[in-house]
């Protein structure tokens, strides 16, 4: 069986605000709990903007993040037809969902994605377009510079089995990378 490459085609984004904090989470897999704790952190960071790299699983996490401009690259177990279908955007308008986003915040290029199209992510990080690869799948913390490129996973928020659970905030301005266990 042969992987099917699907190109990573993606409309740039600018964002004008200032964002230069963004708070990182991933594979919530609608555990609540955890997803409270990594919000009640970023409310006590003043963290306003917030990207989710996918598998979300549910309009449970989604409504919980409803205070704050939400980035979701959906996964591949939000991929289930009906969740995406089912998140309408009058419920949502502060969120912006889609399978993979491109963003410039602070004149750094970003994009946004699951990272389970393996041969998709590899292209992404490798295309030496973006200065910040955010992902998530792995359910692993990851910070790697590859080229010029950064490549993050904020790890798990939810899922069985893997410990710890983990969040992130990225801080444009200066590259801190703080990784949050809850």
């Known amino acids: 069986m042969c992987a099917i490459f699907v190109p990573l085609v993606m409309p740039l ?101 699951h990272g389970d199209n393996v041969p998709q992510l590899s292209h992404v990080i490798h295309s030496g377009e973006y200065d910040y690869v955010i992902h998530g799948h792995t359910h692993q913390l990851r910070d790697e510079l590859i080229g010029h490129t950064r490549v993050i996973n904020p790890g798990a928020l939810g899922g069985s089995g893997l410990r710890p659970k983990t969040f992130a905030i990225l801080d444009l301005a200066t590259g801190d990378l703080q990784t949050l266990e809850v």
């Open 13 to 113: 984004l600018v964002l004008v605000n200032d964002m230069s904090r963004l708070g990182l989470i991933s594979d919530t897999h609608n555990h609540t709990q955890n997803v409270e704790r990594a919000i009640a952190c970023f409310e006590a960071e003043g963290i306003s903007t917030v990207l989710h790299a996918g598998d979300v699983n549910g309009k449970t996490v989604l409504r919980l993040l409803t205070p704050f401009d939400l980035w979701v690259a959906w996964g591949n177990v939000d991929r289930d037809e009906r969740l995406p279908v089912s998140v309408t955007a009058e419920e949502f308008t502060n969120a912006h969902l889609a399978y993979s986003h491109s963003l410039v915040v602070e004149g750094c290029k970003l994009a946004l994605l």
